[in-house]
């Protein structure tokens, strides 16, 4: 076959898949956010974002992935250094960190919750050991702080094992010889850290970010079990609008706007990881 | 003023022992050659100097000073590796200048070291460029520079020619010999390329098994090698070994043919020559040629003398076929033997 033609030809039945699948949907939901049964209209957009709760529930999510991204970047950073420093052991403690990845989000949630809910482990914990008299309702509208501390804690446990192994990975492939050469040439620990680690990772460290920050834009399951309707974000509009209010097109507007805060922080981090021109990593 | 003391250096990586008791100085503004086939621990030996290991037991001294116990970066050393490690993400500037940075040098001190040095490698032109935009032998060139730009006491050179093509080998072993002679620093180059070690060194440590077979001048090594592994491996071919039986009185019978050796008393050692050192005579040892390969320069004959392997250079004049009987005379003083129990020279 013409060499020229294969490599179209190869990519082919994925594209298809992609096609029948992620696109054509794409394009349905489009169609229905952009129409209120008869013709083009911005109605469902304006719908949505002038609800009292929409500006709360893209703060709620911005803020849960301010919190929650940066510092499952350092934690994985972190674990990953220290994975690949380890001689012995290290599939074993890398399997151990990544069982958090094998369960469901919903899952996840209820763990929490049985951690934090009013007859939870934390609750007995405090009142086996005598701080408290009675267990005390942690998750409720009077205490905020906390839904958010228990909802940020949940999806660091839960997700920060899928920025590790892709960090594990990216470590495993700067050869060792650029860290001897840093060593020779006077670069400490924490210098041969930031000068090679981290720029030699950047291909791996924006694959993560991207992955981490979409995940968490599109947050539900977690927050759904935790925080209920205290803590309102909008996939759970999105959700709320589809099978509540069964208003089909203000879910799929809400889902459009999700994309759009998707795709612009992919750009961002892109562009801020980009490897410079000429440089081969 | 940085003369380099090994003493009593070992290492031992589990149950294997990689080096043997070293003791090894190096003069200043030396130029050592640590010299040996692959897994003989020349590396190793290398890489304790430079601190990226540590030796189980022994000291080293660098101008005076301990130095086994100090981080790579307070040793006074700098390192040119065997791929380069010419890091990618960083221009050829930075790559240069980097150790300078490190050790927080100000920018205009940096920049001026930075060009003297990429000046002297001739790369001065591509300071701009990163690592994925050069040739290997530019990247050898960058690797070299950032080492020199340390104005380091001692460089250490792990075989920082390999990876390039024969004529560009050639090229940079004359040009980093001049490079390094001018700079005025202390070095040890590991190689596995004898020619490389013979044309560069001032001095050769032939490195066997994990100990140094020999230490001396490239053409001391090469005339009168210490042990018969030395005299194996070095030369291109090596020396032609023979058994040699007593004769009493310091003569010795080898392949029919009487030579004065050494007077001990041993029932039979070992007689060396090198392909060289030999010439068509009207006495001499009878040898077989089985394969004759003109080298334009020379004719190397492989021959059979009494089921031993021999080889001979001559003239390439002379017309030679496989299985014409050769009378070759050696060289009465390029002669050497060895004791074929200790393995040592005899003389």
Not at chain 2, 137 to 161: K, Y
Request: hydrophobic share 50%; glycine share 8%; net charge neutral.
């Amino acid at each position: 076959m013409n060499p020229r033609i294969l490599p179209y030809v190869l990519i082919l039945p994925v594209t298809l898949f992609l096609c029948l699948f992620f696109l054509y949907p794409f394009v349905l939901v489009s169609q229905q956010a952009f129409s209120t049964g008869s013709g083009f209209t911005l109605d469902n957009f304006k719908d949505v974002m002038s609800h009292w709760k929409f500006p709360i529930s893209l703060k709620n999510t911005l803020y849960l992935a301010a919190a929650v991204v940066p510092f499952q970047l350092a934690l994985a950073l972190l674990m990953a250094t220290m994975v690949s420093k380890m001689k012995k052991g290290r599939d074993l403690v890398l399997y151990v960190w990544t069982i958090p990845l094998g369960i469901s989000d919903l899952a996840a949630g209820i763990i929490w919750l049985a951690i934090f809910e009013q007859s939870g482990f934390l609750n007995s914990m405090m009142s086996g050991l005598g701080f408290i008299d009675r267990p005390m309702n942690l998750l409720s509208y009077q205490t905020p702080a906390l839904v958010f501390l228990a909802i940020a804690l949940a999806e660091i446990w839960r997700a920060t094992a899928i920025m590790l192994v892709i960090l594990v990975a990216g470590i495993g492939l700067i050869p060792k010889e650029y860290y001897e050469a840093a060593e020779v040439f006077g670069a400490s620990p924490w210098k041969r850290f930031t000068r090679i680690t981290l720029p030699l990772l950047r291909p791996s460290l924006s694959t993560a970010l991207v992955l981490r920050v979409i995940l968490a834009f599109e947050v539900f399951a977690v927050v759904q079990a935790l925080g209920g309707t205290l803590f309102p974000v909008l996939m759970g509009e999105t959700y709320k609008y589809q099978f509540e209010l069964l208003d089909g097109g203000s879910a799929a507007a809400i889902a459009l706007i999700i994309l759009l805060i998707s795709i612009a922080f992919t750009l961002l981090i892109l562009r801020a990881l980009r490897v410079p021109k000429g440089a081969t990593i | 003023m940085a003369v380099i003391e090994i003493k009593n250096v070992a290492k031992r990586f589990g149950d294997y022992q990689a080096l043997h008791d070293i003791n090894m100085t190096i003069e200043d503004q030396e130029f050592m050659c640590l010299l040996g086939a692959s897994g003989c621990g020349k590396s190793t030996l290398l890489r304790i100097i430079a601190g990226l290991e540590t030796a189980t037991s022994g000291e080293v001294w660098i101008g005076g000073r301990r130095i086994d116990n100090l981080s790579p970066k307070d040793r006074g050393i700098s390192m040119v590796f065997q791929n380069y490690a010419v890091f990618p993400h960083l221009t050829v500037f930075e790559n240069i200048g980097f150790g300078l940075r490190m050790q927080k040098l100000p920018n205009d001190e940096v920049k001026r070291r930075v060009e003297r040095t990429a000046e002297l490698m001739h790369i001065e032109q591509l300071l701009k460029r990163y690592s994925g935009e050069l040739s290997g032998g530019q990247r050898q060139r960058v690797a070299v520079a950032r080492a020199l730009a340390m104005e380091p006491d001692v460089i250490l050179m792990d075989e920082p020619l390999s990876n390039l093509d024969a004529l560009l080998r050639m090229e940079m072993r004359a040009e980093l010999k001049g490079v390094l002679a001018e700079s005025k620093t202390t070095a040890i180059y590991v190689t596995h390329d004898q020619v490389e070690a013979m044309s560069m060194a001032d001095r050769i440590s032939v490195m066997h098994e994990g100990r140094i077979a020999q230490n001396a001048t490239p053409v001391e090594v090469y005339r009168n090698p210490a042990e018969k592994f030395v005299a194996g491996f070095i030369g291109n071919p090596p020396m032609n070994f023979l058994d040699a039986k007593s004769a009493g009185s310091g003569n010795w019978t080898v392949a029919g043919q009487s030579f004065a050796g050494p007077a001990i008393d041993k029932a039979a050692i070992e007689f060396a020559i090198r392909p060289e050192d030999m010439a068509p005579a009207e006495t001499g040892i009878a040898a077989t040629a089985r394969v004759v390969e003109p080298l334009g320069a020379h004719l190397l004959v492989t021959c059979d003398v009494g089921g031993t392997l021999f080889r001979a250079v001559l003239d390439s004049d002379l017309v030679v076929h496989p299985g014409d009987i050769l009378t070759l005379a050696p060289q009465a003083d390029r002669i050497r033997w060895f004791d074929p129990e200790t393995t040592q020279a005899l003389s």
